[in-house]
Nanobody, 124 residues
């Protein structure tokens, strides 16, 4: 069983930056694609970014492309999401997720393990 714990959320002004972390335990982290998703109040959970198990491949939602960067450190069992130029519409609970196959996906229904989420609030 894989446990995921997010951290790094908080309140930031528009234009600011935050770095989210997701620490994994259990399982074999280095073999899992990892994704970040977010859910705003009253909205569906949506894809933000994904990274392959090796870190060589990444994909981003159009709404965050050029502003967010996903990365991972397999030696530390941790995946990161660096968020720059934050906008009020980025306000949401951010979740990391792990998929227990080698193939990554932008579909949240393809992920097997989820963290509890961390709140990001961007003020205008």
């Amino acid at each position: 069983q894989v446990q995921l714990v997010e951290s790094g959320g908080g309140l930031v002004q528009a234009g600011g930056s935050l770095r989210l972390s997701c620490a994994a335990s259990g399982g074999t982290f280095g073999s899992y694609p990892m994704g970040w998703f977010r859910q705003g109040t009253g909205k569906e959970r949506e894809f933000v970014a994904v990274i392959s198990w090796s870190g060589r491949r990444t994909s981003y939602a159009d709404s965050v492309k050029g502003r967010f960067t996903i990365s991972r450190d397999n030696a530390k069992n941790t995946v990161y999401l660096l968020m720059n130029s934050l906008k009020p519409e980025d306000t949401a609970v951010y979740y990391c997720a792990a998929r227990s196959t080698q193939y990554y996906s932008i579909d949240k229904d393809m992920y097997d393990y989820w963290g509890q989420g961390t709140q990001v609030t961007v003020s205008s």
